[in-house]
């Protein structure tokens, strides 16, 4: 039998993830979340190269996210949220061309929000709040056009709205509250109809 899926949340597993599930070959979904698992994210998890799903939100994993998980070429979830990571988030994640759900929220994630990101042209939900990102709110996220979800409040991200926003015409929840931001809200945000919460 070759393992497909690893599903193995809502328990109270504890301890590090081994970095033999590096191995497993065709693994698409490895599902750890809700447990009390800390220590790093192996690096190991980077050679799985058609897993789709990589769920590690609730637990107490730490240390900075991996570059090497930027080149999973498969991968449509990456949910991070609800951990101690530290560091900034790598550039490398603008790579993963098929990626609809980013979630890396409360964390301790600190640095610019990278511009890399805006080349994730499949993203619907990206969220990166709870965290203490700095910086300004990228332009190249305004690429974004399938997003529906963004949602980068409860950081320190300075500067001004910007007013390319308005090319998210899908967007129905934006939340950029608890920021430092400054300036005035554009009233191009006027023109996202499709909005149902929005929070500045």
């Known amino acids: ?6 599903q193995l949340d809502n328990n109270q597993l504890s301890g590090a993830i ?3 599930f590096g191995n497993f070959a065709v693994l698409n979904r490895l599902r750890l979340n809700n447990n009390q698992l800390a220590g790093t994210i192996p690096p190991e998890l980077g050679n799985l190269n058609v897993l789709q799903e990589l769920r590690l939100n609730n637990n ?4 900075t996210i991996p ?3 930027g080149s999973l070429p498969t991968l449509r979830l ?7 990571f530290e560091g900034a988030i790598p550039k490398e994640l603008g790579s993963l061309s098929v990626l609809t759900n980013l979630q890396l929220n409360d ?3 600190t640095g610019s929000i990278p511009t890399e990101l805006g080349n994730l042209g499949a993203l619907k939900e990206l969220r990166l709040n709870d965290n203490q990102l700095t910086g300004t709110i990228p332009t190249s996220l305004t690429a974004l056009t399938a997003l529906t979800h963004l949602r980068i409040h409860k950081n ?3 500067g001004a709205i910007p007013i390319e926003l308005r090319m998210l015409k ?3 929840d934006l939340r950029l509250d608890q920021n430092q931001l400054t300036g005035e809200i554009p009233i191009e945000l006027g023109d996202l109809t499709g909005l149902i919460s929005l929070a500045v």
């Not at 039998?1 to 690893?6: D, E, I, Q, S």
């Not at 107490?60 to 240390?63: A, K, R, V, Y």
């Not at 990456?78 to 101690?84: D, M, T």
Request: hydrophobic share 50%.
């Open 1 to 6: 039998a070759v393992l497909a899926h690893l």
């Open 18 to 20: 081994p970095a033999t």
């Open 60 to 63: 107490e994993l730490s240390g």
């Open 67 to 69: 570059v090497e998980l």
């Open 78 to 84: 990456f949910i991070l949220s609800e951990n101690l």
């Open 107 to 109: 964390n301790q994630l």
């Open 156 to 158: 320190q991200l300075s």
């Open 170 to 172: 899908g967007l129905r």
